[in-house]
């Protein structure tokens, strides 16, 4: 009988042109990779689909490249009460340029960052055509810096060229961080990854799965993890009137207490929350007391383009008290999340107050 049935559900597939479901591989069989565990717990879900104040995204890129795109994504973010998004372009030069001509129509939705010109970092003389396009920048309309990026190897975001081997404390940065502290203008430093990223990828490897596929433990002459924090930290220190956004949480989520001590030293240093929900969602009382500790230093972010699905996994894991649950199509962690139920007065500055002090008036 069983066989029966078999052939006559693959003879429906076929008739109706579906294939047959692929058939599940056994426990001695199944990878980690495809491990895809659904909870099982019957406890609240809430489902978050506008944030709880009118939000501002201080971590977003160029995902719209058509005034159709620009479109929709406007229409998504008023769906999901996102009030302004600020687009990290990483550009200079004519690149910029056509960004800021493309984002002009909805000028009080959107503000452009630029990014720094290294084009002859290597070389002496390397300073003054830097400060000068970004004084150029400024006056087309950027209002900061951003995303600039070291893993351990160089700032290597910004266009046209990589600055391989210099770091943000190299003293032929100071010159650059001095303009945007003249011209008011913040900067957004992705600086290191995620600590998993550095660690062997072996069995003791906490964040393995999600690790493996950025993974910088094999990258000859790298700075490991806490040296990108010294490297921020003696930045930091040396412009005191620049401000600083690690964004990321600085990628301390494994240890936000480094994040916290760098806050208590230093008022003009901030970190935005993008991108790193899913590894402080997985520790939700002390992300929360976090929060609730540095509530006036933290802006809320995405970095995960304009999907609903991802502001939607956002307002959930920030302001919902639900356990156990998994976002399969955003994180490859295998840990569940949790929702750090924050206070509103801890949310309102989140996503909105902090914010305000920051961007350019």
Not at 12 to 17: E, H, K, L, Q
Request: aromatic share 12%; net charge negative.
């Amino acid at each position: 009988m069983k066989r029966t049935i078999v052939v006559v559900s693959l003879l429906v597939c076929c008739s109706a042109g579906l294939a047959p479901a692929a058939e599940e591989p056994s426990p001695d069989t199944l990878l980690l990779k495809d491990f895809r565990p659904r909870s099982v717990y019957r406890i609240p879900v809430t489902e978050i689909a506008k944030a709880r104040y009118p939000a501002i995204d201080m971590h977003a890129h160029v995902y719209a490249r058509t005034p159709e795109q620009l479109d929709r994504w406007v229409q998504v973010m008023d769906e999901h009460g996102i009030a302004k998004a600020v687009v990290l372009t990483m550009a200079v030069g004519k690149q910029f340029d056509d960004l800021c001509t493309l984002y002009s129509k909805y000028p009080d939705r959107f503000e452009l960052w630029c990014g720094f010109d290294y084009t002859g970092y290597d070389q002496p003389g390397f300073g003054p055509a830097a400060v000068a396009e970004l004084q150029r920048c400024y006056d087309m309309g950027a209002r900061g810096v951003g995303e600039l990026g070291d893993k351990g190897k160089g700032l290597f975001y910004c266009r046209p060229t990589k600055a391989w081997g210099m770091h943000l404390d190299d003293p032929r940065m100071d010159p650059l961080l001095a303009k945007c502290a003249e011209l008011k203008m913040p900067i957004n430093i992705h600086v290191a990854d995620p600590y998993w990223m550095y660690e062997p990828m072996d069995a003791h490897n906490d964040g393995l799965m999600n690790a493996f596929k950025w993974r910088l433990d094999d990258q000859p002459g790298i700075v490991g993890h806490a040296g990108m924090i010294d490297i921020l930290e003696r930045a930091v220190k040396r412009h005191p009137k620049t401000i600083f956004i690690a964004c990321h949480f600085a990628n301390c989520s494994y240890d936000l207490n480094r994040l916290a001590g760098l806050f208590d030293e230093y008022p003009n240093l901030y970190a935005d929350i993008s991108a790193r929900f899913a590894e402080t969602a997985a520790t939700p009382r002390f992300t929360a007391k976090f929060f609730e500790a540095y509530q006036d230093r933290l802006v809320y972010g995405t970095d995960m383009t304009f999907s609903p699905e991802v502001y939607r996994m956002s307002f959930r894991i920030l302001e919902s008290a639900d356990e156990h649950f998994y976002y399969w199509r955003l994180f490859s962690y295998h840990w569940p999340l949790h929702g750090l139920a924050l206070s509103d007065p801890v949310l309102e500055k989140v996503y909105r107050t902090n914010a305000l002090k920051i961007l350019h008036p």
